[in-house]
C-alpha cells in the first residue's frame, strides 16, 4: 500500500507542478521586470537544491511520513499565498522558501520507497518511480494551461490548483505511508552512539566522487533544454525540430524505460550507468556536426537510449551505497548534486555557447566522459547476497513443472553365504 501511495502521489504531484512553469509569467504580470522575474525563478531553484538536502537529513530524523506532511502542507499554504503578497521583496523571499519546502519529500520518498524493497529489486522500483513522474511531468504543462485559460487568463485557479494538489498528495502520505518506528542505537556497552550527520556520507571517499559524476553528467544533460534550442536558432534550423526532439525524448522514455530496465537490472550497475554518462556525451557531441534535422533526432536518439539504459540504476545506487541509516542523507546528497547540475546546467552551458558558438558541444560533453571515468573508479556492486535474492525472486515466478516420483530399485537380495549362485529359496524370492 505503501510503494503504490509513493507512486501516486509522485504523479499526482508532478502533475500539479505549475509553478515552475508560469512563475517568470506571474511575476512579470505583477509589473515587475524581467530580470526581477528571472531572478524569482533563480531563487526558487535555489531553494530546492537546498531543500533535497533537508530532505535526506528529516528523512532519517523523521521519518517519510512527517517529512512528506511537512512538504506538502507548507507547499500549498505557501503557493496559494503568492497571489495575495503586497510587495516584490515579500514575494521573492515566499518563492525562495517555497522552493525549499516543495523538495523536502523527493528524498523521503526515495528513501522510503528504498526501505520498503528488496536490495535486488532497487533498480526496477525506481524505474517505475521514474515513470510515474515522468508522465506526471508530461501532462502537467497541457494541465496547467488549462487552469490558465479556465480561469480567464488569470493565475488564480492555477495557483489553487497546485495548492490543492499538495493538500490531496499530503493526505495520501498522512494515511498511507508508515510512521517511523527506530529504536535508539547503542554500542557493546550499551551506551547510546553519537547521532550521524552528512560529514559521514562524506567520509565515503567513493561515494564523494559518484556524487562529482553525477554533477558532471546532470551539467551535459541540461544542455537539450538550454543550449540546444539556442544552435538550433542560430543555425537557422527550423524550430519545430526542437520540439520535435523534446517530444521524442518524453516519448521514448515513458515506452521504453520499463521494458528496457527488466533487462538492464541483471547488469552490473557500474556497467548501466557507465554506458548512460558515454551516451549522453556521444549524444550532445553529435550536435556539433553541421546542424539539421537529421543531426538534431540522431542526437537525440543517443542521449535518450543513455537515459533509458542508466538512469534507474544511477538513481537506485544512492540507495544501496551506504549504511541503512544513512540512506536518507545518502539520497538527499545524489538529490541535492542532481539539483545543482539542473540548476547550473543552463548558465554553464549558456556561457560556453556565448564564447565558442556551435563549438560548444564537443567541449561541453566532456564533462560526461568524465563523468564516465569516475563511475568506473568509484562505483561499487551490490553485495553478492542481492544478486543470489534477485535470481531466486525471478526462479520463483516460474512454475516449477510437475514430476512424478522416482520409482525406488528394489534392494538386494542378500545371499546366505555357502549358498551356490543362482540357488535361492523360494521364500527369498518372494
Not at 235 to 248: D, K, P, R
Not at 354 to 381: C, K, Y
Amino acid at each position: 500500500m505503501a510503494v503504490k501511495a509513493i507512486f501516486a502521489g509522485a504523479f499526482v504531484n508532478r502533475l500539479g507542478a505549475f509553478l515552475s512553469i508560469f512563475l517568470v509569467l506571474f511575476v512579470a504580470s505583477k509589473g515587475h521586470s524581467a530580470a526581477a522575474a528571472a531572478a524569482t525563478l533563480g531563487a526558487y531553484g535555489v531553494g530546492g537544491v537546498i531543500g533535497t538536502l533537508i530532505g535526506g537529513v528529516l528523512a532519517d530524523r523523521l521519518g517519510a511520513r512527517t517529512a512528506t506532511v511537512f512538504s506538502m502542507a507548507s507547499s500549498a499554504v505557501l503557493t496559494v499565498s503568492l497571489l495575495y503578497l503586497p510587495n516584490y521583496a515579500l514575494l521573492f523571499a515566499v518563492t525562495a522558501v517555497l522552493g525549499l519546502v516543495s523538495l523536502v519529500f523527493r528524498p523521503a520518498s526515495a528513501t522510503l520507497l528504498s526501505e520498503l524493497t528488496p536490495e535486488s529489486r532497487q533498480v526496477m522500483v525506481f524505474a517505475m518511480y521514474r515513470f510515474a513522474v515522468n508522465v506526471g511531468t508530461t501532462a502537467s504543462p497541457l494541465l496547467g494551461y488549462a487552469l490558465y485559460a479556465a480561469g480567464g487568463h488569470r493565475y488564480t485557479l492555477l495557483f489553487w490548483g497546485e495548492g490543492l494538489v499538495a493538500v490531496v498528495y499530503g493526505i495520501l502520505a498522512l494515511y498511507a505511508l508508515p510512521r517511523k518506528e527506530r529504536a535508539p542505537r547503542t554500542d557493546a556497552a550499551g551506551d547510546a552512539e553519537p547521532a550521524d550527520s552528512l560529514l559521514d556520507v562524506l567520509r565515503n571517499r567513493r561515494y564523494v566522487m559518484f556524487l562529482i559524476a553525477v554533477f558532471f553528467n546532470t551539467v551535459v544533460y541540461m544542455q537539450y533544454l538550454s543550449t540546444l534550442p539556442l544552435d538550433i536558432k542560430a543555425q537557422g534550423v527550423a524550430l519545430i525540430w526542437y520540439t520535435v526532439a523534446v517530444a521524442l525524448n518524453g516519448a521514448i522514455v515513458i515506452a521504453f524505460e520499463l521494458p528496457l530496465t527488466k533487462i538492464s537490472q541483471h547488469w552490473p550497475v557500474k556497467v548501466s550507468i557507465c554506458s548512460a554518462c558515454v551516451l549522453v556525451g556521444l549524444g550532445m557531441a553529435s550536435y556539433g556536426l553541421p546542424l539539421g534535422p537529421a543531426v538534431v533526432v540522431l542526437g537525440t536518439l543517443i542521449w535518450t537510449t543513455g537515459e533509458i539504459v542508466g538512469a534507474p540504476a544511477m538513481f537506485a545506487y544512492p540507495a544501496i551505497a551506504g549504511p541503512a541509516q544513512l540512506k536518507g542523507r545518502y539520497i538527499g546528497t545524489f538529490q541535492f548534486m542532481f539539483a545543482a547540475g539542473s540548476a547550473l546546467g543552463p548558465v554553464i552551458g549558456g556561457l560556453l555557447f556565448t564564447a565558442l558558438d556551435h563549438r560548444v558541444w564537443p567541449v561541453v560533453s566532456v564533462g560526461s566522459f568524465i563523468a564516465a571515468l569516475l563511475v568506473v573508479i568509484a562505483v561499487r556492486q551490490p553485495a553478492a547476497e542481492a544478486e543470489q535474492e534477485l535470481a531466486e525472486a525471478e526462479l520463483a515466478e516460474v512454475p516449477t513443472p510437475l514430476v512424478p516420483p522416482a520409482v525406488e530399485s528394489p534392494p538386494a537380495l542378500e545371499i546366505p553365504p555357502g549358498t551356490a549362485a543362482g540357488e535361492v529359496t523360494g521364500a527369498e524370492r518372494r
